[in-house]
């Protein structure tokens, strides 16, 4: 068994992907930063009475965090087929 500082080997199609601690704080922080403080500030603008400011708070708060996660760990991902299938290959029936 590992220790909880030394993370784990999962794996993920045939390589091992690792995870750790600090994988997990960030993860926490980006839903702190993304949904909870803007959240907060939602409700405490329209307590105060002005809740369009709460909302364009949230929402922005919202959408930076969206492109946040996309371009940290959505946009790396490798997406591309199978290497050797050409395109004349996939239209022959």
Do not use: C, K
């Amino acid at each position: 068994m590992s220790t909880p500082n030394e993370g784990y080997e999962r794996p993920s199609g045939g390589e091992a992907t690792t995870v750790n601690s600090q994988d997990a704080v960030v993860l926490a922080l980006t839903v702190v930063l993304v949904v909870v403080i803007p959240g907060l500030a939602n409700w405490g603008f329209s307590t105060l009475g002005y809740p369009w400011v709460g909302s364009a708070v949230w929402a922005l708060g919202y959408g930076a965090g969206v492109v946040f996660i996309w371009y940290e760990w959505v946009r790396p991902i490798d997406i591309t087929g199978p290497e050797g299938v050409s395109q004349s290959e996939e239209s022959s029936d």
